[in-house]
Nanobody, 124 residues
Framework: QVQLVESGGGLVQAGGSLRLSCAASERTFIRYNMGWFRQAPGKEREFVAAINWIGGSTEYADSVKGRFAISRENAKNTVYLRMNSLKPEDTAVYYC?????????????????WGQGTQVTVSS
């Protein structure tokens, strides 16, 4: 059982930046591909970014390409999401998740473990 705890959310003005962190409880963290998802009120959970277990491969949703960057520090059991040039439409609860398998996953159903989420609010 891997427990994930997100932090770093908050209120920021449009154009600002935030860095989200997700700390895992287990050293087996290195075995998992990691992803970030978000869910806005009244909308389905959507894929944001993912990174493979070693950090050598990443994937992003088109809506965040060039603005967001996912990274991980396996020695610290932590994955990050750096968010720049934030827009009001980025407002959502952001979740990190862990997935087994060899390939990066972009669908929520492919992820086994989820954090509780952290709120990001971008004001215009």
């Amino acid at each position: 059982q891997v427990q994930l705890v997100e932090s770093g959310g908050g209120l920021v003005q449009a154009g600002g930046s935030l860095r989200l962190s997700c700390a895992a409880s287990e050293r087996t963290f290195i075995r998992y591909n990691m992803g970030w998802f978000r869910q806005a009120p009244g909308k389905e959970r959507e894929f944001v970014a993912a990174i493979n277990w070693i950090g050598g491969s990443t994937e992003y949703a088109d809506s965040v390409k060039g603005r967001f960057a996912i990274s991980r520090e396996n020695a610290k059991n932590t994955v990050y999401l750096r968010m720049n040039s934030l827009k009001p439409e980025d407002t959502a609860v952001y979740y990190c998740a862990a997935a087994g398998g060899r390939e990066i996953a972009t669908m929520p159903v492919e992820y086994t473990y989820w954090g509780q989420g952290t709120q990001v609010t971008v004001s215009s």
